[in-house]
């Protein structure tokens, strides 16, 4: 059983903040400071080159990769780190689209983060083989796949969505897919490190996730990718790169794509990064998932309770059902912009996401109910004395 | 002008190693540590989500990539960092592919780094559009333009050649591929850093380059793409992100590319591979670059001439005109794999490329003439006592 109240000690968090954007970027995990500047001075410094052996830099996509494997359910060997999500969602979709040959429709839902049909729409774009991509909303996803049937190529959705906080039903859309023939990739972005995920037992075809949320990687730490093992040896990467080849050292003129998982990296993994996370996930090693969930469950609905009994004017966005809902709350707000704002000034760290919604992370391992009282208190008491209307509130930065 | 005796200091060189492999990943910056350990615990750390911009994080791939923008000869605001090479360089080919429709031939050449071809080679195989590529001997590039004819979409080479160090006559190349109206993506890997490099001058349309050998970023540092303003704007990404985004945080549901040369962003940025090289860069900001090739192709020749002088054995496979060659030199040597183990455990560092190449780099900021007498010096050493011939030597390891 993990003691949540132990892991927070694990974390720098700046004195007196209230940090509910975890799910947007992690806290720095004590230890990470140690283990980078090891990696610069005793691994980059002192070895030079020799680090891609001697330090394990060249094994440790894959070492991390299983390490996350564990949190999303997946099998040792399944899963590997590398590149940016953005990337990875482009990779998988890439393959998916080649063991499904013919078939025209790529099924995502209007709540998908953006990233991930950008990246989509430009693939559809360059393949110019005639795909289309189709985007209901997320509640309409099960009947949408039924009716495209067999043209149906590839279901890719993220499995949170990213402004409200609802679930899908991943092993339920995943026997649908199947049953018309398709594919699944699912973008665990706000899933891992948020709460039990079981990709082996839903039959996920593909996963990809960032690892700088939840599981508190850092800024710009490298993303994962998961394939299923009935697949991993059949998939031709598109992102052919000499990493993800037979033998990356034997510089063959020819790709010949390496065994399973090792295929879907794709170049020189990035290796301060990579020390960084390796320190975040020394923690998660040691976390009960479920222990995790339920103490997740809790803090939301302790929030949940608490906003709804002293801001009436705030609408709960997140679906009120625990079950349906990842590891957020999000409430609306036409004022939410200078709402957030307003929370932000006074050291609870929400975020905002166009156009009305407050969005609020919780993430056991360092927020507590002590966390979730301050933030209740503190919002009721902006939503009472109307200090979101102060203009200073009401000026838009690029990123929030 | 560059003093080299003082820029030598600024790295972190283990005590009595001779480092001749700056040419596959440079050194540390002494610096970097500090900006590094600054970036986990006053950015991270203390900034949170808010480092995204307090901290300039969004705004650093641009800000780094102006800076190796005057390495290479690129205007300001025509260069961007991120991602690995083998990403830029599948972006960069998708890009021009795009731009010739109609055109069928990739031009590369057998000595272009594997990973450059292979990314061509899943880019190809993705678009199933009749796409061939041809890689001649390099010598043959010239003329087998003229022989392709219209039909040649895009040349792509890799400006220095990794095993011997034989340089393309870049400007050259370039006229004649335009001659045909094919587009042009040079990789600049073993150029940016290793001499002065201008890309504008020579009318390149793509350049490409990673930040982990010459200009010192660390292991997995990020990697830079120029592209040429006239084309900037008109190039539709495959891999579209939402870094990219005219918008990123409008999380619109359709892509709309970013104004020039923001449009090759793709995912979240390395936050912490970004601090180094970013320490990295300062060390760059100050260095003259005809300088720089001045004391490269002085060490070049003075270690030619002292191994040639001394180990009849070995035969040059490095064009013997300074001109020709980038910032390397080869030997061939049938038991080159042996001898270069044997050098390394004298702490003289180079390295090996299959079949017979020991090769090594010489870096003006922290090599100087004592580094290539000493190099010499052993190398003699190990080829008249035939201490290659020893059995450890010639186990290999995965990385050399």
């Known amino acids: 059983m993990t003691d949540f109240s132990a892991t927070k000690r694990l974390f720098t968090l700046p004195d007196g903040v209230t940090y509910l954007d975890g799910n947007s970027l992690g806290p720095l995990p004590v230890a990470a400071r140690d283990r980078v500047v090891s990696c610069l001075r005793d691994e980059w410094g002192e070895l030079l080159i020799t680090g891609w052996n ?20 997946a099998a040792p060997g399944t899963t590997v780190v590398g590149d940016t999500l953005s990337i990875k969602v482009y990779q998988a979709l890439a393959s998916a689209l080649t063991l499904r040959p013919g078939r025209r429709v790529i099924l995502s839902d209007s709540g998908n983060f953006p990233t991930d049909l950008y990246m989509a729409e430009g693939l559809v774009r360059s393949l110019d083989q005639g795909h289309r991509i189709e985007t209901p909303a997320p509640e309409d996803v099960g009947d949408r796949i039924t009716s495209i049937g067999d043209d149906l190529a590839v279901l890719m959705l993220t499995e949170v969505d990213y402004r409200t906080g609802r679930r899908h039903d991943m092993a339920a859309l995943i026997k649908a897919a199947h049953k018309v023939g398709a594919l699944v990739i699912w973008d665990l972005a706000h899933s891992a490190g ?20 939840y599981l508190n990687g850092g800024p710009g730490a490298p993303a994962f990718i998961h394939v299923a093992p009935r697949l991993a040896d059949r998939v031709q990467p598109a992102l052919s790169g000499w990493l993800g080849h037979d033998a990356p050292f034997a510089f063959d003129p020819d790709y010949r794509p390496g065994p399973g998982i090792e295929r879907m ?16 996930l020394d923690i998660w090693d040691q976390v009960d998932m479920d222990a995790l969930r339920a103490q997740s469950v809790a803090l939301c609905e302790r929030f949940i309770e608490g906003v709804e009994a002293s801001c009436p004017d705030l609408t709960l966005a997140s679906p009120r059902e625990a079950a349906m809902r990842g590891s957020q709350v999000s409430f609306r707000f036409e004022h939410g912009y200078a709402a957030m704002q307003a929370l932000i ?33 503190t919002l009721s008491d902006i939503m009472a004395t109307r200090q979101w209307d102060r203009p200073e509130y009401h000026t838009r930065a690029a990123v929030t």
Chains 1, 2 share one sequence.
């Open 194 to 213: 948020a709460f039990p995920v079981d990709v082996a037992g839903a039959d996920a075809d593909f996963a990809v996730g960032c690892t700088y949320k």
């Open 345 to 377: 000034a006074r050291s609870v760290i929400g975020d905002f996401r166009a156009p009305d919604i407050i969005r609020f992370g919780f993430t056991p391992l360092y927020i507590d109910n002590g966390d979730v009282d301050r933030a209740v208190a």
């Open 265 to 280: 990296r794709v170049g020189t993994p990035p290796v301060l990064q990579m020390a960084a996370l390796e320190a975040a």
């Open 54 to 73: 001697k330090a394990g830099w060249m094994a440790q996509p894959r070492a991390l990769g299983d390490r996350i494997g564990r949190l999303i359910g």
